[in-house]
């Protein structure tokens, strides 16, 4: 069986190029063949000696999850539905904007925890995805975007926001994210590069110490009770904790704001009273709010605060200075608008009567 080497990251390709005999810069350039310029195929990396080819094309690959379907929005959203195997599909969005282009990544198939308003959730959870699967969507989406390695970057940004919670798998998310900030590799600014957790609040901590990167929080309620029935997570890690691992990500952060997520329920969190309750559970937190109309899915309770009620709840957060956004929906005909993303998941969940996923806690701390 051959090893792949999407799943290595500089570090542990020049570890596994050193058991093979090869000096640390030979890894280098295949780092910069596999992911600078999207090569697959041994023989075409033209730069390096013959004989570590025929090494390579005998005992390692380069294989990224199959493309099972590229779909286009009217608005130019563009979704791909990736196979990683076992009857698991992952969803992975790309977003062009005049600014920048930002590719929503997976890092799970599926999601344990459960949020009340996501279609990923009701999916339930099998298993977290390998380094290969995760990096392999900005390869795979690179090439069918047609990326000019020597050209303007298609991809300008990355968030780890699709399906799953990013630091429920956080060794093999952050080995894509050094992949990701990687000069050899896609040279992306750690600005922006994004990561999205639902306050997991002991590896955000990790996070911070580890590779330090843009942070987003789905937020979601600004009160405990509120927030335990919609982000079960909640009742684990509440907002006093929460809002103190996000000052301590601060100290280390290449922005000096943390994004908070809020997504917009009709007569649920939307209210004048909500929003002032938002004011003052992140007084001492430097933030930014990005309002989400909420994207509806078959079987939710919910419905999308009218459009009236999201300004006037965005301007109370203006009005204190907070610098505050509404998200434009994007992709919503193919479903690929954000909370729509659900792809394949055989569930292998179990709940506990509190409702909260007891899927590999024992790693998070």
Same mark, same amino acid.
């Given at each position: 069986?051959?090893?792949?080497?999407?799943?290595?990251?500089?570090?542990?390709?020049?570890?596994?190029?050193?058991?093979?005999?090869?000096?640390?810069?030979?890894?280098?350039?295949?780092?910069?063949?596999?992911?600078?310029?999207?090569?697959?195929?041994?023989?075409?990396?033209?730069?390096?000696?013959?004989? %570590? &080819?025929?090494? +390579?094309?005998?005992? /390692?690959?380069?294989?990224?999850?199959?493309? =099972?379907?590229?779909?286009? !929005?009217?608005?130019?959203?563009?979704?791909?539905?990736?196979?990683?195997?076992?009857?698991?599909?992952?969803?992975?969005?790309?977003?062009?904007?005049?600014?920048?282009?930002?590719?929503?990544?997976?890092?799970?198939?599926?999601?344990?925890?459960?949020?009340?308003?996501?279609?990923?959730?009701?999916?339930?959870?099998?298993?977290?995805?390998?380094?290969?699967?995760?990096?392999?969507?900005?390869?795979?989406?690179?090439?069918?975007?047609?990326?000019?390695?020597?050209?303007?970057?298609?991809?300008?940004?990355?968030?780890?926001?699709?399906?799953?919670?990013?630091?429920?798998?956080?060794?093999?998310?952050?080995?894509? %994210? &050094?992949?990701? +900030?990687?000069?050899? /590799?896609?040279?992306?600014?750690?600005?922006? =590069?994004?990561?999205?957790? !639902?306050?997991?609040?002991?590896?955000?901590?990790?996070?911070?110490?580890?590779?330090?990167?843009?942070?987003?929080?789905?937020?979601?309620?600004?009160?405990?009770?509120?927030?335990?029935?919609?982000?079960?997570?909640?009742?684990?890690?509440?907002?006093?904790?929460?809002?103190?691992?996000?000052?301590?990500?601060?100290?280390?952060?290449?922005?000096?704001?943390?994004?908070?997520?809020?997504?917009?329920?009709?007569?649920?969190?939307?209210?004048?009273?909500?929003?002032?309750?938002?004011?003052?559970?992140?007084?001492?937190?430097?933030?930014?709010?990005?309002?989400?109309?909420?994207?509806?899915?078959?079987?939710?309770?919910? &419905?999308?605060?009218?459009?009236?009620?999201?300004?006037?709840?965005?301007?109370?957060?203006?009005?204190?200075?907070?610098?505050?956004?509404?998200?434009?929906?994007?992709?919503?005909?193919?479903?690929?608008?954000?909370?729509?993303?659900?792809?394949?998941?055989?569930?292998?969940?179990?709940?506990?009567?509190?409702?909260?996923?007891?899927?590999?806690?024992?790693?998070?701390?």
């Amino acid at each position: 069986m051959t090893v792949n080497l999407l799943d290595f990251d500089a570090a542990g390709l020049t570890a596994y190029f050193a058991e093979l005999g090869e000096k640390p810069f030979r890894a280098r350039q295949v780092l910069r063949w596999i992911h600078r310029f999207g090569q697959s195929d041994f023989d075409a990396m033209t730069d390096i000696a013959k004989s %570590l &080819r025929e090494k +390579l094309r005998q005992v /390692a690959s380069i294989v990224p999850p199959a493309i =099972v379907s590229d779909r286009l !929005s009217d608005d130019g959203t563009r979704k791909f539905l990736f196979d990683v195997g076992g009857g698991n599909a992952v969803e992975t969005v790309f977003i062009p904007e005049d600014d920048r282009g930002t590719l929503c990544v997976s890092t799970q198939a599926g999601c344990a925890l459960d949020c009340a308003f996501c279609s990923t959730g009701k999916q339930g959870f099998n298993r977290n995805l390998t380094v290969a699967e995760i990096i392999g969507q900005l390869w795979q989406a690179n090439r069918a975007l047609g990326a000019d390695p020597n050209g303007d970057r298609i991809i300008s940004n990355v968030v780890l926001m699709g399906m799953g919670e990013p630091l429920a798998n956080f060794e093999n998310s952050v080995t894509a %994210l &050094r992949l990701m +900030l990687d000069d050899n /590799a896609y040279g992306l600014s750690r600005r922006r =590069v994004t990561v999205s957790t !639902s306050g997991l609040v002991p590896v955000m901590d990790r996070l911070r110490d580890e590779c330090p990167v843009a942070l987003a929080v789905s937020l979601h309620a600004p009160n405990d009770a509120l927030r335990d029935e919609l982000v079960p997570i909640n009742r684990k890690y509440p907002l006093h904790d929460l809002m103190a691992a996000c000052r301590r990500y601060l100290e280390k952060a290449p922005r000096d704001f943390v994004t908070f997520e809020y997504v917009m329920l009709d007569g649920v969190n939307d209210s004048d009273a909500n929003a002032r309750q938002l004011l003052a559970l992140t007084r001492d937190v430097p933030c930014k709010f990005n309002l989400i109309p909420f994207n509806p899915f078959p079987a939710s309770p919910f &419905r999308r605060s009218p459009s009236p009620r999201i300004r006037a709840f965005a301007e109370i957060l203006m009005n204190a200075g907070i610098v505050t956004t509404t998200r434009k929906t994007r992709g919503d005909d193919i479903d690929a608008a954000c909370g729509q993303l659900a792809g394949q998941v055989r569930d292998k969940t179990r709940r506990t009567a509190g409702g909260v996923f007891t899927i590999h806690e024992e790693k998070l701390q």
